[in-house]
């Protein structure tokens, strides 16, 4: 089974914000959301207008777990999301394609996908990197794995760990720092 990775460094969160930033609101807002929300893309495709107009906190019901969900929105998506919904209605889907409909995952990946590759990021990229990079830098800033496992709905630290990349980084520091 290949997963995919958190994007490790901020500098290339922000090398693939400044692309994303070039080619529209929508998916500089898609990414913004993913990478400072943690929500896993089928949730942040089914956001509406409403669920964030004149909102302190996003509230909604999981898809894959059915799970009550309230986070408080951040200064840096404030701005971006007041800016997106101007002259929006509140019925509208927050992401639409070209062709007016709500976006669609393949879609959304390839997004992501593309702007990982033009900033010539050498991780495997999916859409679910968003979520893996939030848990990432949210253990680097916080080292509290007890709330991400929380944030995350998962049923232990040592999952929540493995999710994040951190235990393969543990392994490989470890190979890395032995020499015999």
């Keep these: ?18 692309i994303l ?6 998916d500089l807002l898609l990414f913004t959301i993913g990478t400072n ?7 942040i495709l ?13 509230q909604l019901i999981e898809k894959k777990t059915g799970k009550y969900k309230k986070f408080p929105i951040n200064i840096k998506l404030k701005p971006l999301l007041e800016d997106f919904i101007t002259g929006r209605k509140n019925d509208e889907p927050l992401f639409l394609s070209r062709w007016g409909h709500r976006l669609d995952r393949v879609t959304a990946y390839y997004i992501i996908r ?29 080292k509290d794995i007890v709330i991400l496992q929380k944030i995350f709905n998962h049923s232990s630290p040592q999952i929540t760990l493995r ?15 032995f020499v015999l």
């Design 163 to 177: 999710y994040i990349g951190i235990e393969q980084d543990e392994i490989d520091s470890s190979y890395n720092n």
């Design 1 to 18: 089974m290949s997963t995919v990775e958190p994007i490790r460094n901020k500098k290339d969160i922000q090398k693939v914000e400044k």
């Design 37 to 43: 929300c943690g929500l896993r893309i089928s949730d």
């Design 21 to 26: 930033a070039k080619q529209c609101k929508r």
């Design 114 to 142: 593309n702007a990982c590759e033009q900033a010539k990021l050498h991780e495997k990229i999916g859409t679910h990197s968003m979520r893996k990079s939030f848990g990432y830098h949210h253990y680097q800033q916080f």
């Design 46 to 58: 089914r956001l509406n207008v409403a669920d964030v107009r004149n909102k302190t906190h996003i």
